[in-house]
């Protein structure tokens, strides 16, 4: 089955550290997304990437990096620079034109 | 720029009855819309989404939303209010001229469907 994974579903952090959320998706989409999710804010951009080895900034990329190496995979590190970085972690992907396709989410607990 | 407001950020329905929620976007170009639900701890699935063509478009799970351009409105509708239709949904905007086609997500509205 066609699919975005995302892992682990669960995540706890200690402050200072940094940490990476894993996105695979293997729907041979060219455009792949992360977004964070606070309770009553919607979901807001952090990075996008339209193809391999290249990505942008979205809306709220401070203390975020990611890397796209692979069509396949768009990892997000959480790092110690992210303040408030408990939030529920959302992947996406897309080909042109077409609507998202969302992964089920990482939930970070920073201790 | 542009921009998703959803009014209420919770409905309460009674199972039977009539689900509206209400999404007004903001755009300077012609606008995709989308409506996606999530239920708890998941992912976002797409209802349904709005691009060219017919106003009234139908989705999956019995809902459907009208796409207002005079009113700048693309509010979500299901006749009949099921237990299972208990989530919550956003609306989000995007548009030909995005930049990544990204999506511009409102705050969202929590359902509860009452027995």
């Known amino acids: 089955d066609g699919g975005i994974t995302q892992s682990p579903k669960y995540l706890f952090r200690k402050e200072g550290q940094n940490v990476t959320l894993s996105c695979e998706q293997n729907l041979n989409h060219d455009a792949m997304y992360w977004y964070r999710q606070d309770p009553g804010q919607g979901l807001r951009l952090i990075y996008y990437s339209q193809i391999v080895n290249d990505f942008q900034k979205g809306d709220i990329a401070e203390g975020y990096s990611v890397s796209r190496e692979k069509k396949e995979s768009f990892p997000l590190t959480v790092t110690s620079a992210q303040k408030n970085p408990t939030a529920f972690y959302l992947c996406a992907s897309k080909l042109a034109g077409d609507e998202q396709f969302f992964g089920p989410g990482t939930r970070l607990t920073v201790l | 720029a542009q921009s998703v407001t959803q009014l209420g950020s919770h409905v309460s329905v009674s199972e039977g009855a009539l689900v509206l929620l209400r999404c007004n976007y903001s755009s300077s170009v012609p606008p995709y819309l989308f409506w996606y639900v999530q239920y708890p701890n998941q992912g976002l699935q797409l209802l349904l989404k709005y691009t060219t063509g017919a106003t009234l478009v139908k989705g999956i799970n019995g809902f459907e939303a009208e796409f207002k351009k005079s009113e700048t409105s693309f509010h979500l509708t299901k006749p009949s209010a099921h237990m299972s239709d208990a989530a919550e949904y956003f609306c989000?905007?995007?548009?030909?001229?995005?930049?990544?086609?990204?999506?511009?997500f409102g705050g969202g509205t929590r359902v509860l469907v009452k027995p």
């Open positions: 989000a905007v995007t548009s030909i001229k995005a930049a990544g086609n990204k999506l511009t």
